[in-house]
């Protein structure tokens, strides 16, 4: 295993997230995908998201099942997470898409409001499309490289779920262990101009929770 990604205790569950996390959307999956999920099964990742409305659901599980198995035939290839030591673990963190507010964030949306609220509650944060889902097309990363972006998160103890199917970047994604940004770059980040991916209008409903944009923003437009 090349990295032990830190975790985060989960409340008093006595269970603890990996603070980077696998991110599998892609449309149409890439034919290689369940080798990427091995291989970064080998490189440290243990936090995988996933969705029933992706296509990557039932080969992310059948990849993670193969893994176990190839684990349990040879102990010295065997996955854990660190508290776990010995047992093939891999954590698969289930997110939810019910408010797309609860889930993307990257740093030219940055969600001041929600990060504050998820602190005082004490709730895990985990943010998606970290990288501003470059390539697609709703996302760009016109501000920053994408390690700082990632470290970003990870100085917040947010676990960050980043996607890439690429082998080469999906070791860069992990290497941010080993440097911190400092307080006067953090300030700079936090003045970055913000800009809205989604009014997410979609879920405005005179019958639902959210009427106004205003009220799923919680005033933060
Ligand atoms: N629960 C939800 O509602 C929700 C919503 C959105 C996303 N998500 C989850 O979050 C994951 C991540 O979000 P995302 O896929 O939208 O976008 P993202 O992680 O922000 O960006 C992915 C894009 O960045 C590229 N990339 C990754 N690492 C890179 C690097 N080091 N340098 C340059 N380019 C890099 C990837 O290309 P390559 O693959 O070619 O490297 C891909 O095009 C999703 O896959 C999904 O699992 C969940």
């Known amino acids: 295993m090349r990295t032990a990604i830190p975790e985060e ?3 008093s569950t ?3 997230i990996p603070l ?4 599998t959307v892609e449309y149409p999956l890439n034919e290689a995908f369940k080798e990427r999920v091995l291989h970064a099964i080998k490189l ?3 936090h995988f998201d996933t969705a029933a409305a992706y296509p990557s659901e039932q080969p992310l599980g059948e990849a993670l099942a193969e893994a176990l198995r190839l684990a349990s035939f040879n102990p010295a290839t065997s996955f854990s997470s660190p508290q776990n030591s010995g047992s093939p673990t891999p954590i698969a963190a289930v997110s939810s898409r019910a ?4 889930s993307k964030t990257n740093p030219i949306w940055q969600q ?15 943010a998606c499309s970290p990288l501003g889902a470059v390539g697609t097309n709703w ?5 920053m490289e994408n390690e700082v972006a990632i470290r970003w998160f990870y100085q917040q103890r947010v676990s960050v779920i ?6 080469e970047r999906m070791e860069q994604n992990l290497d941010i262990f080993d440097w911190e940004l400092s307080g006067e770059e953090l300030q700079k980040i936090e003045q970055i101009l913000q800009y809205r991916g989604s009014r997410a209008e979609a879920y405005l409903s005179e019958n639902g929770p959210f009427r106004t944009v205003e009220e799923i923003w919680d005033g933060e437009i």
């Open 9 to 11: 205790p989960l409340g």
């Open 14 to 16: 006595g269970k603890s």
């Open 20 to 23: 980077v996390g696998f991110g």
């Open 44 to 46: 440290g990742y243990r």
């Open 99 to 102: 408010y797309k507010k609860l």
């Open 112 to 126: 001041k409001k929600l990060r504050e609220y998820r602190k005082e509650k004490g709730i895990h944060f985990s």
């Open 139 to 143: 996302g760009h990363n016109r501000v």
């Open 162 to 167: 980043v996607k890439s199917f690429n082998k």
